[in-house]
Nanobody, 123 residues
Framework: QVQLVESRGGLVQAGGSLRLSCVASGRTFSSYAMGWFRQAPEKEREFVAAINWSGGSIYYADSVKGRFTISRDNAKNTVYLQMNSLKPEDTAVYYC????????????????WGQGTQVTVSS
């Protein structure tokens, strides 16, 4: 069992930056692939970024590539999402998620989810 707790999001102006973190409980964090997803009002949850257990394989949605960076620190049981050059369309509730084995882009393939944190980007 893994419990995930995201850091507080916030309100940021367009062009600004924000870093989210997600702390996992349990001793097997390093064996999990981690993902970040987001869900805007009246939209489906969508893939943002994913990282494998070692950090050696990383994937991004095209919409955030070059602006967002996912990373992890297995010693701290934490995964991060650094978000730069934020746009109003990045406004959403952001979730971290964990799954065994390999990364995946489909939300339904993840076993554990955080509670979500609101990120609002003003224009």
């Amino acid at each position: 069992q893994v419990q995930l707790v995201e850091s507080r999001g916030g309100l940021v102006q367009a062009g600004g930056s924000l870093r989210l973190s997600c702390v996992a409980s349990g001793r097997t964090f390093s064996s999990y692939a981690m993902g970040w997803f987001r869900q805007a009002p009246e939209k489906e949850r969508e893939f943002v970024a994913a990282i494998n257990w070692s950090g050696g394989s990383i994937y991004y949605a095209d919409s955030v590539k070059g602006r967002f960076t996912i990373s992890r620190d297995n010693a701290k049981n934490t995964v991060y999402l650094q978000m730069n050059s934020l746009k109003p369309e990045d406004t959403a509730v952001y979730y971290c998620a964990a799954r065994s084995f390999r990364t995946h882009r489909i939300p339904g393939e993840y076993d554990y989810w955080g509670q979500g944190t609101q990120v609002t980007v003003s224009s």
